[in-house]
């Protein structure tokens, strides 16, 4: 009974460079969110999908972030021209039906900028 | 705005001795409280979720509470693999689906 899976679990980039981070949802859960640790903080929530369609972004900030959940395959949040800033744990978290449910989380994609 | 204010930040208990955490918030108007339990390098993992003052739900050596500002995890009798991170985390009927969470308290049980 496969958890939320993400990869890869550790990701290098230079400024500047994009970093795609991926997600793929506990089986038969259809609705992913995004969140951020920062060193020294908590967890904060960036975007909630359902399959092709965006619910919620108002935590994903204006410029370089997006995120996508095609009909196939894993839910993608992709990070524009990165800086040293962006440098975080990136979870995914998934839950079953509507957002009342439990949110799963995954094991984290750590993105380190150089 | 709401908040979550976690407390202590750190905790430090020899095994067998049982303690509190504390979750206090403010919401316009409360989903669901969640608790996680987070270990160094990895995702939070799931343990309650306490929708109305007056709930209570168990698991092992641990019981959630939950009142109209606060809620409390405690840990009875705890063992050193107790040892991570508790984080509480709000839902509120006016922001979406979206958890809010509080920093987290660190939790050392020694032997």
Redesign the interface.
């Known amino acids: 009974n496969a958890g939320v899976m993400q990869n890869p679990r550790h990701l290098v980039r230079r400024r500047g460079q994009e970093a795609r981070l991926r997600c793929s949802p506990m089986k038969g859960h259809s609705h992913v969110y995004w969140y951020r640790q920062l060193p020294e903080e908590g967890l904060k929530f960036m975007v909630y999908l359902q399959k092709e369609n965006i619910i919620d972004e108002s935590g994903m900030p204006k410029e370089r972030f997006s995120a996508e959940f095609p009909k196939e395959g894993p839910s993608i949040l992709r990070i524009q021209q990165v800086v040293r800033g962006d440098s975080a744990a990136y979870f995914c978290a998934s839950s079953a039906n509507t957002g009342y449910n439990e949110q799963f989380f995954g094991p984290g994609t750590r993105l380190t900028v150089l | 705005e709401d908040q979550v204010t976690q407390s202590p930040e750190a905790l430090r208990l020899q095994e067998g001795e049982s303690s509190s955490l504390n979750c206090s918030y403010t919401v316009s108007g409360l989903?669901?409280l969640?608790w996680?339990r987070q270990d160094p390098g990895?995702?939070?993992?799931?343990l309650f979720?306490l929708y109305s003052a007056g709930e209570e739900k168990e698991k092992e050596r641990l019981k959630a509470t939950l009142t109209k500002k606060e809620s409390f995890l405690h840990i009875t009798a705890p063992k050193p693999e107790d040892s991570a991170t508790y984080?509480c985390?709000v839902?509120a009927s006016g922001s979406?689906?979206?958890?809010?969470?509080?920093?987290?308290t660190s939790l050392l049980v020694t032997p």
Do not use: D, H, M, S
């Open positions: 989903r669901g969640f996680y990895k995702g939070p993992e799931f979720t984080l985390a839902q979406g689906y979206a958890l809010n969470f509080g920093k987290g």
